[in-house]
């Protein structure tokens, strides 16, 4: 079963909040990372177009802990296009896929492993283009459940990769808009190589990461408040957000401040209506 997990530590971006009137019993700054398949087991909430074939292979993990990974395979023989799909699934085969918001998320973040029995090499791999775009390498697109969902990301396979493990952080273009997705796509056109070629490569710990964000525990009972801070850029406005649960979020504030900031500052904000519990904020721009 997969569960939401989270790296802590302090950031530049987010100072420790402060509780008004008292200190917070917990408050620090964390990154929240969906995962979206480790390959411990298994490859469940996988897919793929004809011409694409996933496996879970035991032999190899880029941490060397035999969890395992997944092995995709692509068939260059005829012309067609590379494509798979990754569900955002709560559980393994529990038929329970999860509607994540792409504000929430700054990158798609995956290891990645070239395979050298591969007959298409990996420079023509790259080379080619996805459909979505038209830039080299592998398009990242969402699934919205709509016709034309966007790419929001690029991701080009190392050469580092053929003599090992490489992480791969690509980064989510948000100029595309914000969407609700139910899964992510791995997609590029495949035009013909020639009779019997393959392009291969093994894939691990599939995530998508958030952004930074002040965790707190806030004071019970009515009228709590709790005051966040955050490094402001000179000529922006902010949106603060808050969850209880790291998948729903709710605008406490945008545009803030009015009109942005005049010069850089600490901008701090007070959420009167705390009421106990744990809870999560996030700032970000805009």
């Known amino acids: 079963m997969k569960t939401c997990q989270f790296s802590f530590g ?6 420790a909040g402060a509780l ?9 700054a964390q990154i929240s990372v969906w995962p979206i398949q480790d390959f411990d087991g298994n490859i469940c909430g996988l897919t793929s177009l004809s011409g694409v074939t996933l496996t879970y292979d035991p032999t190899q993990d880029n941490t060397g802990d035999g969890g395992g990974s997944c092995h995709v395979s692509a068939d260059y023989s005829g012309s067609g296009m590379f494509e798979f799909a990754v569900l955002n ?11 994540l918001e792409l504000s929430n998320f700054d990158s798609v973040e995956f290891d990645v492993k070239w395979d050298n029995s591969s007959t298409v090499p990996l420079s023509y791999f790259n080379f080619l283009t996805n459909s979505g775009t038209g830039s080299q390498g592998i398009g990242i697109e969402i699934d919205t459940g709509e016709a034309n969902a966007p790419i929001i990301s690029t991701a080009i396979i190392p050469d580092a990769a053929t003599n090992g493990w490489v992480h791969i952080s690509a980064a989510i273009d948000h100029s595309v808009g914000d969407y609700v997705f139910l899964a992510l796509y791995f997609e590029k056109l495949c035009p013909a190589y020639g009779v019997s070629n393959t392009a291969a490569f093994w894939l691990d710990d599939l995530s998508i990461a958030g952004r930074p964000m002040v965790s707190a525990v806030t004071p019970s009972g009515a009228g709590g408040s709790f005051t966040l801070q955050a490094t402001a850029i000179e000529g922006r406005t902010y949106t603060i957000l808050k969850s209880t649960n790291l998948v729903n979020w709710t605008n406490l504030v945008t545009g803030y ?5 005049t010069t850089n500052f600490t901008l701090s904000f007070t959420d009167t209506n705390a009421n106990g519990g744990q809870a999560y904020y996030r700032v970000r721009s805009p």
């Open 10 to 15: 302090f950031t530049a971006l987010l100072l």
């Open 89 to 99: 699934e709560a559980c393994c085969f529990c038929d329970s896929d999860v509607r």
């Open 20 to 28: 008004t009137g008292m200190a917070p019993a917990a408050a620090r």
């Open 257 to 261: 401040s009015a009109g942005g900031a």
